[in-house]
Every structure is written in C-alpha cells, then in structure tokens.
C-alpha cells in the first residue's frame, strides 16, 4: 500500500507570493490533516478535512486555507507569504477517526525570502 | 487554552544508557495521549495511551500515562544511536483535535 504523499517535497518562494502544497492520502483513508513545524514552535495542528468537509481547524491567519477533493486529496494554501511561514509542512491520513491510525507523510520544505 | 508541554527539550546521552522523556497536557475533554518518533521527516506512531496506570511496551520502548496527574512518560532503555530523533507527544481531544507537544530531541552518543 502507498503511503502518504507530498508534493513538492522542497519550494522556495519570496514574500507576498501565494503558495499551493499537495497531498495524497493513503488509498482508503478519508481523513487529511495539516500541520506546520518549526524548531520554535514545533509541530502546529492546521486543520483537517474528512470527506472534503473542514472538520477541525488551528490557530492560524486566514492566509492559510485548504480544501479536499472527492478522491480525498488534498491541497493547502498559504496565500501573501510571510519571512515566519517557512517551515516543513506535514499532512497526515487516517481512515477515520481513530488517532493511532494517523500516517505521516514526508513534508514540504517552504522556505521563504 | 490547551497546551502538551515536553521535557526536557533536548537530551544528549551515552549508548546504553536508559532514558526518561516527560510529557504534561492540560486539555479539555482528553481522550488519549500519543507518542511519536520523528527520525527525518515523518513521524511514526510509537504509542497510544487512553488508561491510566496501564504501560505499553514495544521492545526497549516502554509509555505509561498518569490521567489524575495528566503526564505521561517514555522509557528507552540501553539505547542505541537509532533511537536518536525528536520525539512528539501528543493529545486528542474528544473533539478529534490534536496538539502536540514541541518535542524531545534526543541524541545518543556512540
């Protein structure tokens, strides 16, 4: 079975522009979530998006915004990049709700100038 | 506003030795705690605790939780240089949002 993938894994963009990550989730799994991790504030939840419906969200600025499609995929938007929104962007699937059942995905490296 | 804290942030020891990570929580409606490894990118599932008092052993990892005083513990014992990485605590709550703690990182010296 495929694990979670990402794409790309590494984006470098400067301040002001608008970024688009992708997600593939596990074939079969219907949950996506978000997250961001920097070395200062570790790993921050974003939101999540179970059958393309946002289910839960983070602390995060409207910039950040995502979506799911109907084959659970799934795309995260940050839009008027900021210097502090570098960071490794890490989505996780799950079949549903149960936790332990979360598989990571290998990241997005955003670096911005 | 809920919070995992984890102590201590960075550890640096000895192959062999045995190690002690530390995981507080302070989080509305609980429903288990988790323990993850993140060695490059990915973290994996390491453990998922929801009883009090009850300890999830796999191989030399070992994680208990203590609801009443809200920590939970990850024990490594005679570690190995592969047991090097940050290690993330975490808790769910009822409402399916996850927080996590920002991590111990762990160095085992050869």
């Known amino acids: 079975k495929a694990g979670v993938t990402q794409t790309p894994r590494y984006l470098i963009k400067t301040r002001g522009q608008q970024v688009t990550l992708s997600c593939s989730p596990i074939?079969?799994?219907?949950?996506v979530s978000w997250y961001q991790q920097t070395p200062g504030q570790g790993l921050q939840f974003l939101f999540e998006?179970?059958?393309?419906?946002?289910?839960n969200k983070g602390n995060f600025p409207g910039r950040f915004s995502g979506r799911q499609f109907s084959n659970s995929r799934s795309e995260m938007n940050v839009s008027t990049l900021e210097l502090g929104d570098s960071a490794l962007y890490l989505c996780?699937?799950?079949?549903?709700?149960?936790?332990?059942?979360?598989?990571f995905g290998p990241g997005t490296r955003l670096t911005v100038t | 506003e809920d919070k995992v804290v984890q102590s201590p942030l960075s550890l640096v020891v000895h192959e062999g030795d045995t190690v002690t990570l530390n995981c507080s929580y302070e989080?509305?409606?609980?429903?288990?705690l988790l323990w993850y490894k993140q060695e490059k990118k990915a973290p994996t599932f390491l453990f998922m605790l929801?009883?009090?008092?009850i300890e999830k052993k796999s191989g030399r990892l070992s994680s208990i939780l203590d609801k009443k005083e809200l920590f939970s513990i990850l024990n490594i014992t005679a570690t190995q240089t592969g047991d090097s990485a940050i290690y993330l605590c975490?808790?769910?709550?009822?409402?399916?949002?996850?927080?996590f703690g920002k991590g111990t990182r762990l160095h085992i010296l050869p």
């Open positions: 996780a699937s799950r079949t549903g709700t149960v936790s332990y059942e979360q598989y």
């Open positions: 929801t009883s009090s008092g």
């Open positions: 074939s079969g799994h219907r949950s």
């Open positions: 975490a808790v769910e709550a009822l409402d399916d949002k996850i927080i």
């Open positions: 998006y179970f059958s393309e419906t946002q289910r």
């Open positions: 989080v509305t409606n609980f429903r288990s």
